[in-house]
């Protein structure tokens, strides 16, 4: 027989009552019907029991146990109600207060983005010299306002990105496309950065290789990795490498850097959120320890995993694997409903 506990649990006092006096009374009529049906008598004549008081005495006190017990068991019953009631009554606070922060991530997000966009903007137009000539000191600390206000907007789309993949609400659209291209995108995009500081991008991926995966995202997380290289590689003798190769049907990506390494008990903590290394080697962008943990969450939504190998002294590799030429199954993504 099956109790339904958590519907037990939902009685009200009055129906609990019920239920525990039904049973006390219950038992109690088990125990006399009993007596009811023994042959008292041949009991006795057969030597069972010397006196029939003796076997009544019995019945008593088997009813009293039976009445303590039951009475036992009501009162753990009540404080379990209590506390499953104090439980609920804590869930719909932490539920209010989830849905209340959701809501303000959402706001400030879309709230601090809008301003950014016409400070990058001007700035940059100032720096173009649209409204006139700007002397080297001018241009320096236009530089200086155009990197704090992209670094600004990083930030801003690393929560928001967060916030998302937390609730689940990090909505993929899924194709087949060649990694290759994609890898060539973030190389374009990288390249400028890279030159900037004296670093070479070393290119050595030559297979076309197809797989199921969103391509905006898929872009964001190979253009992060890179971008992450360069700020820990030495400026003019940095040398990242792009690589690639087929393994049954994973394909396996690695990002591999000539930076100082990172020392073995770090590197497990390199995908956790927030967490940070030193000060990077290129004096770039500062990081706000979100990169690589929402770069760990889009991967593993396509069904791949993301690592690192490394070794001080001899640089950093990440590596992605992912499955070839296969459909994602929905149990390998988060829920993708949209999200503004």
Partial sequence: MKINL?????????QSNLVFLSIILAGGSIIVSAFYFIDINALLNQGFFTIKEKLLGIGVVVLVVHILLTCLVRSGFR???????????????????DEA???????VTHELKTPIVPIVSYASMLLQQ?????????????QIMISGAESLQCLIQDILDLHKADLGKLKLHLEFEDIKD?????????????????IILDDQTSQNITISMDRRRMLQVITNLIKNAIDFVPLEEGIITIQQELQNETMILSITD?????????VNGLFKKFYQTETSATGGRDSTGLGLSICKMIVE????????????????????????QKTITSDKIATTVNSN
């Avoid at 994609?182 to 004296?198: C, K, M, Y």
């Fill in 6 to 14: 958590n519907g037990l649990l939902e009685l009200s006092d009055k």
């Fill in 79 to 97: 404080k379990i109600q209590h506390a499953k009631q104090i439980i609920d009554q804590k869930n719909d606070e932490l539920k209010k207060i």
């Fill in 101 to 107: 922060k959701t809501e303000f991530v959402a706001m």
């Fill in 130 to 142: 649209r409204f006139g000539p700007v002397n080297d000191v001018q241009r320096q600390k236009l």
């Fill in 182 to 198: 994609v890898i060539q995108e973030a190389l374009s995009i990288t390249f400028p950065l890279a030159n900037r500081r004296g």
């Fill in 258 to 266: 000539n930076g100082p390494g990172i020392p073995k008990d770090k």
């Fill in 301 to 324: 939504q396509h069904g791949g995993k993301i690592w690192a190998e490394s070794e001080i002294g001899k640089g950093t590799s990440i590596k992605i694997s992912l499955p070839v």
